[in-house]
């Protein structure tokens, strides 16, 4: 079946645009992650949604991300204002339910560049 | 906070020898412990984890990993590595509410040489 898909695949900004990036998780997964990975750094966890609602928010960086999902299927991260320092792969990932004994499957991730 | 330290950033091993690759973590609680691999351009795939019970678990692709709480390590090993196993390796631990949320080390990239 379909895996988790991410897009846009590429992404480059100006320094202060906006931008929003969309993940589409697996059908039937209730829990959704969004995770980044920044050049040589191990993966960050940002947010994750149980359903359409947020329980752990807590790694957003800056009141400049937000996220949203919808209908218990896809989810957009936005970043507003966008800095350098946001230049990163920015990973999306599902699982049937939350909780440590789902596994949690990946996307291809979108790579996001601030120029 | 619990965290995961990959102490190797790169490795090289020739194809047919054995590998391991080390992680320890810092956790409070019983940890519930995970090896990604990442393959240039595609996303990431669980190669295997760790609840609870034996030690010694198996995983895809013929890997292992053992769990050591005195050492408070999980080290990846596989026997006999073969040239598509070059790629990056991620240990995470779970952890944050309900233990949904994935800590992950900052990886060890694998190079195999022929």
């Known amino acids: 079946g379909a895996g988790v898909s991410q897009s846009p695949s590429n992404k480059v900004t100006e320094k202060g645009k906006d931008v929003e990036l969309r993940c589409d998780p697996i059908?039937?997964?209730?829990?959704l992650y969004w995770y980044r990975q920044r050049l040589g750094q191990g993966l960050e966890f940002l947010i994750y949604?149980?359903?359409?609602?947020?329980?752990?928010k807590s790694g957003l960086p800056s009141d400049r991300f937000s996220a949203e999902r919808t209908g218990e299927s896809v989810s957009t991260l936005t970043i507003q204002r966008t800095q350098q320092e946001d230049s990163a792969v920015y990973l999306c990932?599902?699982?049937?339910?939350?909780?440590?004994?789902?596994?949690?499957?990946f996307g291809p991730g979108t790579r996001l560049t601030v120029l | 906070a619990q965290s995961v330290t990959q102490p190797d950033i790169h490795i090289t091993v020739s194809e047919g020898a054995s590998l391991e690759l080390r992680c320890n973590y810092s956790?409070?609680?019983?940890?519930?412990l995970f090896w990604y691999v990442q393959s240039p351009g595609q996303g990431l795939q669980l190669l295997l984890k760790?609840?609870?019970?034996?030690?010694l678990v198996q995983g895809i692709k013929g890997f292992e990993a053992e769990f050591k709480r005195s050492q408070s390590s999980f080290n990846l090993r596989k026997p006999s590595v073969h040239w598509s196993d070059a790629a990056e390796y991620f240990c995470?631990?779970?952890?944050?509410?309900?233990?949904?949320?994935?800590?992950f080390g900052k990886g060890t990239m694998l190079l195999v040489s022929p």
């Open positions: 990932a599902s699982s049937l339910q939350e909780g440590r004994y789902n596994e949690q499957f």
């Open positions: 059908s039937g997964h209730t829990a």
């Open positions: 949604f149980q359903g359409n609602s947020a329980p752990d």
């Open positions: 956790y409070g609680a019983t940890p519930y």
């Open positions: 760790y609840f609870s019970g034996d030690t």
């Open positions: 995470a631990v779970a952890g944050g509410s309900g233990y949904s949320t994935l800590t």
